[in-house]
């Protein structure tokens, strides 16, 4: 178990050397997404039009943030579960997608395409969405603007710290026997 | 008979939303310091550690302890001699959660229609509402925001009468388990047993409103409820999943008569964020 810093965009060797276990302090632009704007993201692609942002070497953050208080960034920012995002998850790891963050199982589609593709999946703690909302110095709506909460935002976050629960090898702190 | 104005109703459920949201209840904080002092892994304790600083970042700041501010469930307990006047009672109610959600900015979460829309109603309403007649010329209410990934990993099952304590037992602990790090552990869970499937589902919410350290009235069921803490508790799912003592805070049980020939049981799941706020008017 190391204790790692990283700042996006990583590279696949980077995301290769994490294992399981790793706390890592995240810095660098992250981007949000949850049920409805990956179910988006997919359409997009499968309609063969860009994305509203590179997912190549990039993170996805799994949160639906709260409102932002006058002179604040953003509101209370903590992960959401992240099977709902699984039917989608392996599509944009194939397009080079390398980290996901969320709290909760994935499923073996998605470990496996981690495993081919070189990604990991960082857990961040669930309700503590206070503390977390610190490290977030930046926010922006990007796109789907529509889905309010949902919507795609790039944030630039700062040492959020965060464990790697899968690594890019398949191994698992959730299954632990 | 007393009246009560329903806008004094409003501005008391506006108030409880926020302050549910913004201020997590002693009796869980004190619950994740021994947690803390019982744990043994490192990272269990971390983070024990940091669900503490995040609610007493939440109060100093102000701001919801969670970004999932839940749907508003709402129970009132309603005296059967006080007479809601100037408004609709269920309006009233729902006026409040839209002003607390939005002056609190607070997530708006609730979509109009489950299963084809499911478009943003941008104000948290509508909530969802329970009402009891009581006695007496007061209104109860009580404001409880539950967060989608606790709520969905509950479970019901109509068991065989003669499954018995067993048959619970091994439910819950399923229940449980198949839920692992999804509802956010360390979790509250909250069982009703009895009635009928709708009555078991309220009772397994109602149990979620239960102050830490109470337990049942009924010395059989509070023995049910430590036993199956411990038991949960044994599964090492942990905090957040990832291992330890502490995957349960409390198991909450509620009861109510059956049918000779059923033994519905509703597990609820709660959270960490295990939220609720009272007010008697
Ligand atoms: S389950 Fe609870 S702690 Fe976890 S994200 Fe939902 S409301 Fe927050």
Do not use: W
Not at chain 2, 78 to 92: I, K, N, S, W
Not at chain 2, 118 to 145: M, S
Not at chain 2, 215 to 242: A, C, H, M, S, W
């Amino acid at each position: 178990m190391a204790k790692v810093s990283l700042t996006t965009p990583v590279t696949e060797e980077q995301i290769r050397s994490l294992e399981a276990g790793d706390k890592v302090l995240l810095s660098g632009v992250v981007y949000t997404a949850r049920d409805a704007a990956h179910k988006r993201l997919v359409e997009a692609l499968d309609e063969g039009e860009e994305l509203p942002f590179a997912v190549e070497g990039n993170a996805i953050y799994y949160v639906g943030p709260c409102p932002a208080k006058p002179g604040e960034v953003i509101g209370s920012a903590g992960p959401t579960t992240s099977y709902r995002m699984d039917p989608f998850a392996p599509r944009l790891i194939k397009e080079g997608l390398r980290i996901m963050i969320g709290k909760g199982e994935r499923n073996d589609e998605v470990i496996d395409a981690m495993k081919a593709q070189g990604a990991v999946y960082l857990g961040a703690i669930g309700g503590a969405a206070a503390l977390i909302s610190k490290c977030i110095k930046e926010a922006e709506v990007i796109a789907y603007d529509d889905l309010g909460t949902e919507a795609v935002r790039r944030l630039l976050v700062e040492d959020l710290p965060v464990i790697c629960v899968i690594d890019s090898q398949g191994n698992n702190l959730y299954r632990r026997d | 008979m007393r009246t009560i104005k329903a806008e004094e109703i409003s501005r008391a459920v506006a108030k409880l939303c926020i302050d549910a949201n913004y201020n997590l209840g002693e009796d869980i904080v004190n619950e994740y310091k021994l947690a803390y002092q019982r744990e043994n892994s490192d990272v269990a304790k971390e983070i024990l550690q940091q669900l503490s600083k995040n609610a007493e970042i939440a109060k100093e700041d102000q701001v919801p302890i969670c970004q999932d501010t839940g749907m508003a469930v709402i129970f009132l307990e309603l005296g059967q001699d006080l007479r809601v006047v100037e408004g609709d009672l269920y309006q009233a109610i729902n006026q409040g959660v839209s002003a607390g959600y939005t002056e609190g900015y607070l997530r708006k979460s609730v979509v109009n229609d489950p299963l084809i829309q499911r478009k943003n109603t941008e104000d948290n309403t509508p909530a969802v509402i329970h009402t009891e007649i009581v006695p007496g010329d007061q209104l109860k209410i009580t404001v409880a925001p539950k967060g989608f990934g606790s709520e969905n990993m509950s479970q019901l099952k109509m068991l065989r009468p003669t499954d018995g304590v067993e048959g619970l037992k091994t439910f819950v602990l399923k229940v449980v388990k198949e839920a692992g790090p999804n509802p956010c552990p360390p979790i509250v869970v909250g069982i009703g047993i009895g009635g009928t499937v709708e009555k078991a589902a309220l009772l397994a919410k109602k149990s979620l409103l239960r102050p830490l350290g109470v337990y049942n009235d009924d010395e059989k069921f509070k023995n049910l409820e430590q036993e199956l803490l411990e038991e949960v508790n044994r599964l090492d799912i942990g905090p957040q999943g990832l291992g330890g003592l502490t995957t349960a805070l409390a198991v909450n049980i509620e009861t109510y008569p059956t049918h000779i020939a059923g033994l519905p049981v509703v597990v609820n799941i709660n959270c960490h964020v295990a939220r609720h706020k009272e007010v008697v008017l």
